[in-house]
């Protein structure tokens, strides 16, 4: 039996029994509701819904289903084949370079302007063409069929220099590969932002969020001016919000068989005093992460910048490492 993990909406799929085919391109094109609607709402508007039909085993297209080297391929009545899996709840493709990966998953949440898209594009630029350059052990893809690699490198700069890049409305995913003499394992790592909706209300978060339910970790980005506001003025209102956000987070993996570890990125650290915030500080200025944390599997706190520093190490792929090993 195969499982294949949705980066998209989370589901785990049977292929055996569960997973639907895109038609061949030379099929009527229709307008695909169910993909349409769960793009829009990631604020995708400029998508093509218009798209070959989908197709199962039970389809009247289907002649058959065959297995090539582990892979699932449907054969249609006018002997036309497709090995385009999509998930049956969003209609989105499987990708071959991921699903057949362990795929590993980290949601990043915060208030607006807490730096999310800043820190995803740090962690999916940096680390691949910085700290694991260096790492003989895997090779590393970032998944140019959800991003145009220049495009990503081209907003990172922006990150990396200070500026406001725009918001991601889809995940990043960067691919590694075990070397074949280490047994060839495959892993992806999926960077989801949530800079779109943010943790508005559980309405948001329970439609839009529904990849929380698989994932490993949330990082919840806090940046350092508001921490260190809150340390200074020992200000309720402070804490409140971010109960607030604690709570929604809460509910987006409630049906979860496991919760997933509380990773709190200080963010804009470059701004902080020497030593940078530490645990401690965060716990003291925002009394409810040290409440609620007991509802997660485990929590961190990890001082991040996307700005690039010219010393003192590389806390961005400390994150990194952390979410990912």
């Known amino acids: 039996m195969s499982d ?3 980066i998209f909406c989370g589901r785990l799929i049977e292929l055996e029994t569960d997973a639907l085919f895109r038609l061949p391109p030379d099929h009527p094109r229709v307008k695909d509701a169910i993909y349409a609607d769960f793009q829009k709402a990631r604020g995708l508007f400029d998508i093509r819904s218009e ?13 058959k289903i065959e297995w090539e080297n582990g892979k699932p391929v449907l054969i249609t009545k006018t002997g036309r084949s497709t090995d385009t ?15 057949s990966a362990s795929v590993h998953s980290a949601v990043f949440f915060g208030a607006k302007d807490s730096g ?54 889809r995940p990043a995913a960067v691919y590694r590969v075990l070397r074949a003499n280490e047994g060839g394992k495959a892993f992806c790592d999926v960077l989801h932002d949530v800079s779109f909706i943010d943790t508005v209300d559980e309405e948001s978060v329970l439609t839009a969020l529904p990849f929380a339910a698989s994932a490993e970790h949330f990082v919840y980005c806090i940046p350092a001016d508001t921490l260190r506001d809150a340390l200074g003025a020992d200000n309720e209102s402070a ?3 971010i109960r607030k956000d604690m ?5 987006a993996f409630r049906f979860s068989e496991k919760p997933p570890e509380l990773d709190i990125a200080v963010t804009k650290s470059d701004l902080a005093d020497s030593g940078g915030p530490t645990e401690e500080q965060v716990y003291t200025a925002f009394p409810s992460i040290r409440e609620l ?33």
């Open 116 to 169: 999310k898209t800043s820190l995803i594009l740090a962690l999916a630029e940096r680390c691949i063409t910085g700290q694991f350059s260096s790492d003989e052990r895997y090779r590393y893809i970032f998944n140019e069929k959800l991003y145009n690699a220049g495009d990503m490198t081209a907003e990172a700069e922006k990150a990396s220099a200070g500026e406001k890049p725009r918001d991601l409305r």
């Open 85 to 99: 899996l999509i998930c049956p709840t969003c209609h989105s493709e499987l990708f071959r370079d991921t699903d």
């Open 239 to 241: 804490d409140i919000k």
């Open 4 to 6: 294949r993990r949705c």
């Open 293 to 325: 944390s007991m509802f997660f599997s485990g929590t961190k706190v990890y001082p991040v910048s996307a700005v690039k520093r010219d010393s003192g190490g590389d806390p961005v792929g400390q994150l990194y490492a952390g979410l990912f090993g």
């Open 247 to 251: 709570f929604m987070m809460m509910s």
């Open 51 to 63: 798209l070959p039909g989908v197709c199962e085993k039970r389809s009247p297209e289907c002649a």
